[in-house]
């Protein structure tokens, strides 16, 4: 992952001051701009992306503090370090009463210099991250659960692929954890340290996704009374999750596929160009190529973003999952799964995926309340397995059955499952209490379906 390269602006009317600030600034590996005064220095600030100002204090016609309160006006988190001379402390205290990021004193060492910009440059870093993690939504990650063939090669899959700066696209049912699987593969990145930013193309009303997505100035529109960091901007550096990619309007992909090519984002009403260094992982519940036949995902954003194409399986795939998912899930709630209930969530297909399995363990642990979840606390189409082989031993005694095997085979059930649930799901433990090899167990769950 490359670091971008920061702008700063000198601005200083002593034209060798200038020169040498400009050369030290290069050296010290940013990209620096220069200014003769402050009308000058607002004109460039207006016309590219500048990340820090640098400026004397003392210049003709518009002085230090009156080019800060300007850029305050307009740009409230742009770092401003002033400079000022020796037995001008009150007017340093002024400064950074006006939004300052910190002053020096003249003369100075390069060295000094230096140290301020990068403490500027992290600090409003840090700012900016902390409003974002602040106004974000987003629940706590815990990583991808399951032990599944599918899931153990996506996980290899993921591990491949982090490490690259590709776009990626993610593709699933809905509710089968594609911005986990995102956030998976920024946790393995070089970029780890950097933010993951999350937008959910569906969600937003189409007329605030732009500005939601690529920022704006102040004035852009009625309404934008400041300047708006965009999402791109914000994931400088990290990973932005596009989820529910083919949600967003035609017209808004043409702008979103530029910023992709070229890695450059504008805001609205602005014309600064802003360099960016962003990995964009793209996702979506839809076929992507029947997405594109109806018009839903232009063709050349889709092949943009499909560099690496991640398939998340369907929860019915991977079966020998749920009950670690379930055990998570009750987990926080300190709940406890019987083991009729555990065979009827792996006997389910699961439409809804891994969020339609929490949200029925939510409702099951609320209706079980400290008791241990049985078939009767789930919906009754997931505890029908259960139920069935209620009404055929209800049946069987009913209608005096004869039948040996079918006899059996309902006593075989419910005890089988009365001592699992016994010993918690331990399969050694409840063959030793039904005196059959765990073998014979294993061979009964298979014969049963109850496994």
């Known amino acids: 992952m490359s670091t971008p390269q920061h702008t700063i602006l000198a601005v200083d009317d002593e034209p060798h001051m200038r020169r040498l600030l400009e050369i030290s600034l290069r050296q010290a590996g940013y990209r620096a701009l220069s ?9 460039l600030i207006q016309q590219q992306q500048i990340d820090l100002v640098v400026s004397d204090l003392h210049m003709p016609g518009m002085s230090g503090l009156q080019l800060l309160e300007a850029i305050r006006k307009q740009y409230e988190r742009l770092p401003f370090i002033m400079v000022t001379a020796q037995g001008e402390i009150k007017t340093a205290v002024e400064a950074m009463k006006l939004g300052a990021s910190d002053y020096i004193l003249r003369p ?3 060295e000094t210099l230096e140290i301020a910009i990068q403490k500027a440059l992290a600090v409003n870093r840090i700012q900016l991250e902390n409003a974002f993690l602040k106004e974000s939504s987003q629940s706590a990650v815990t990583g991808l659960i399951g032990n599944s063939v599918p899931m153990q090669s996506l996980k290899q899959m993921i591990q491949q692929v982090a490490p ?3 776009t990626v696209f993610i593709v699933g049912e809905t509710g089968t954890g594609k911005e986990l699987v995102a956030k998976a593969l920024h946790d393995a990145s ?13 969600a937003i009303p189409v007329d605030i996704l732009e500005s939601e997505l690529f920022g704006h100035e102040k004035g852009a529109f009625t309404g934008a009374v400041k300047e708006r960091v965009g999402k791109f901007e914000l994931a400088n550096g990290g990973t932005l999750f596009l989820d529910e990619i083919t949600e967003m309007p035609i017209q808004l992909q043409s702008k979103l596929l530029r910023v992709l090519q070229e890695n450059i984002v504008e805001k609205l009403g602005g014309n600064r160009q802003i360099a960016l260094d962003v990995r964009v992982v793209a996702a979506t519940n839809r076929d992507p190529l029947q997405a594109v036949k109806e018009g839903k995902l232009r063709e050349d954003v889709y092949y943009r973003l499909n560099v ?11 079966g020998e999952d749920v009950g670690l998912l379930a055990d998570y899930f009750l987990h926080k709630r300190q709940g406890k799964l019987s083991e009729s209930a555990r065979l009827c969530l792996q006997q389910y297909r699961w439409p809804g995926n891994v969020r339609e399995l929490e949200n029925i363990l939510e409702r099951a642990a ?20 259960m139920a069935v082989a209620t ?4 049946a069987a005694s009913d209608s005096n059955d ?8 309902i006593i075989e059930r419910r005890l089988i499952l009365q001592a699992l649930d016994h010993c918690q799901g331990n399969k050694t433990k409840a063959a030793k209490l039904l005196e059959i090899s765990e073998r014979s167990l294993w061979n009964k769950l298979n014969q049963y379906g109850l496994r």
Do not use: Y
């Open 366 to 385: 609320i209706l079980a309340g400290s008791q241990t979840i049985q078939p009767q606390h789930l919906p009754a189409d997931i505890a029908q397995p």
């Open 402 to 409: 004869l039948s040996i095997p079918h006899a059996t085979e």
């Open 391 to 394: 009404e055929a031993s209800s």
């Open 308 to 318: 690496i194409q991640l398939p998340v399986p369907p929860l019915r795939e991977r």
């Open 35 to 43: 200014a003769g005064n402050g009308r000058e220095a607002l004109e």
């Open 164 to 166: 690259e700066r590709a």
């Open 108 to 110: 100075f060492e390069l």
């Open 190 to 202: 070089p970029r780890k340290s950097e933010l993951f930013v999350a937008v959910n193309c569906a």
